[in-house]
C-alpha cells in the first residue's frame, strides 16, 4: 500500500542520515591494570606531574601512592613503585584518599583519611620517586579539620593546599613552603560556624584558575555546593 512505501521511504533515509548524526568516538580503550605487585588496591585518586611523564595513584586498602611512568604518545603506564606505610619512614598513607602534586612538580601531597593527617613527599622530577618529607596530622601543631580528610587542593600559584573533610564538616587552609613543601596550618572553615553553610559531609574541592578568586567544595550529605571567595 502507498502509505508503507512511504514509511519505508523515512526510514532508509533516516538510516543513512544517521551516520551522520552520530558522533565521532571521542574514547579508545588502551589498558588496564588491576591489583597485583603494584599495590593498586582501591585506588581513590589519581594526579599527574606537571610534565606529564608520571602518574600517582591513592589507594585506599593498602595505604600507598602508587606510581606510574607514563607514555605520552601512546597514554600507556608502565608501574615504577609505590610509597607505602610504614615503610622507608613514610605516614600518614593509612586510607589514602586523594593526592595532588605541586604546581613546579617538586612536592606530592597524600590525604590520608584513616590517619587524619596529610602526608608530604618530595618528588625526583626525573624518575618520579617520592621520599617522605612529613606527615601533618590532626592536632599537632595547631593542625586543625583534617577528620577524615578526603580531598585535597592546590592553588595555582601553590602557596596554599586546602583539604575537605567529612569527619569535620569542614575546609582547612594551609600555607605551603615552597622550598621545603611544608605545611602550616592557617584557620579551618566548619559548616554552621560564622555563618558557613554547604560543608556537611564535605567531599571534594576545587580552586578556580589562576588568581585563584574562589574556591568550590562538594558536599555529599548536605547535596550542596560551598562557594568560597579567597585571599590569593
Partial sequence: PPMRRVVLVHSLSLA????????????????????????????NAV????????????????DAVVIFGRDATTGMLNYLDAAREGIAGADGLVGARD?????????????????NAVAVFARDAATGALTF?????????????????????????????YSASPGDDAVAVFVRDPGTGSLAFVEVE???????????????????????????????????????????
Wanted: glycine share 12%.
Fill in 16 to 43: 543513512l542520515a544517521l551516520p551522520l548524526l552520530l558522533p565521532a568516538a571521542v574514547l579508545d580503550f588502551v589498558q588496564a591494570f588491576a591489583r597485583g605487585p603494584s599495590f593498586l588496591d582501591g585506588p
Fill in 47 to 62: 594526579a599527574l606531574s606537571p610534565d606529564g611523564e608520571f602518574a600517582y595513584f591513592a589507594a585506599s586498602a593498602t
Fill in 99 to 115: 593526592v595532588v602534586v605541586s604546581p613546579d612538580g617538586a612536592y606530592l601531597y597524600v590525604a590520608g583519611a584513616g590517619e
Fill in 133 to 161: 618529607v612529613a606527615k601533618e596530622g590532626d592536632g599537632a601543631a595547631g593542625f586543625d579539620g583534617l577528620a577524615a580528610v578526603s580531598a585535597l587542593a592546590l592553588s595555582p600559584d601553590g602557596a596554599h593546599l
Fill in 190 to 232: 566548619r559548616d554552621g560556624i560564622a555563618g558557613v553553610d554547604g560543608l556537611n559531609g564535605a567531599r571534594a574541592l576545587v580552586v578556580s584558575p589562576a588568581p585563584g578568586s574562589h574556591l568550590y567544595v562538594a558536599s555529599d550529605v548536605d547535596d550542596a555546593v560551598a562557594v568560597f571567595a579567597r585571599n590569593p
